[in-house]
T-cell receptor, first 113, second 111 residues
Framework: EAQVTQNPRYLITVTGKKLTVTCSQNMNHEYMSWYRQDPGLGLRQIYYSMNVEVTDKGDVPEGYKVSRKEKRNFPLILESPSPNQTSLYFC????????????FGPGTRLTVT | DAKTTQPTSMDCAEGRAANLPCNHSTISGNEYVYWYRQIHSQGPQYIIHGLKNNETNEMASLIITEDRKSSTLILPHATLRDTAVYYCIVLPSFGNEKLTFGTGTRLTIIP
């Protein structure tokens, strides 16, 4: 089954404790992206990647890092999480040929206390 | 990117066609109309997109007016599982593929 998976689905952590949210897709998609979704602010892009070893900042990259060492994986790293990073996070991927037709993961609900 | 305007909420009876309107009066010639939906706190789901011709797939139909200033998403036989927030967005034919959702239309299917 074609899908985007994220782990963990739920995470409660404390300020400053490094964490990684994994994202993996099995559709051989070139493009992958991370979004966060907050009430009243909608969906905002954090980072995106056009292909392996190619990443770029989205609209809200501060406090996050990403890497794209393999085509299927695009982990999101929070080196020193803060309470303002409490949010619902989504990973998405697409085939470059279909641009905005993106497949989203199920989401990771992160709480930083 | 062109802005879109959608009603905040709509109800539709189960089994009926749900017609969701979207205004995009500032759309430019190379911009597509995309529709996504999001069932409560799940990942957004792509539905359909079009440029100027009407489009249909297994999920829905998209009707775009001749002047391209508005469109309607049609779910032909709505079910309870279609209850979701529906987002209409206008996007250029090229870019970094960033999606930016507005507030959308909260569609409630009534049994």
């Amino acid at each position: 089954e074609a899908q985007v998976t994220q782990n963990p689905r739920y995470l409660i952590t404390v300020t400053g404790k490094k964490l990684t949210v994994t994202c993996s897709q099995n559709m051989n998609h070139e493009y992958m992206s991370w979004y966060r979704q907050d009430p009243g602010l909608g969906l905002r892009q954090i980072y995106y990647s056009m292909n392996v070893e190619v990443t770029d900042k989205g609209d809200v990259p501060e406090g996050y890092k990403v890497s794209r060492k393999e085509k299927r994986n695009f982990p999101l790293i929070l080196e020193s999480p803060s309470p303002n990073q409490t949010s619902l996070y989504f990973c998405a991927s697409s085939n470059r040929a279909t641009t905005y037709e993106q497949y989203f993961g199920p989401g990771t609900r992160l709480t930083v206390t | 990117d062109a802005k879109t305007t959608q009603p905040t909420s709509m109800d539709c009876a189960e089994g009926r066609a749900a017609n969701l309107p979207c205004n995009h009066s500032t759309i430019s010639g190379n911009e597509y109309v995309y529709w996504y939906r999001q069932i409560h706190s799940q990942g957004p789901q792509y539905i359909i997109h079009g440029l100027k011709n009407n489009e249909t797939n297994e999920m829905a139909s998209l009707i775009i007016t001749e002047d391209r200033k508005s469109s309607t998403l049609i779910l032909p036989h709505a079910t309870l599982r279609d209850t979701a927030v529906y987002y209409c967005i206008v996007l250029p034919s090229f870019g970094n593929e960033k999606l930016t959702f507005g507030t959308g239309t909260r569609l409630t299917i009534i049994p």
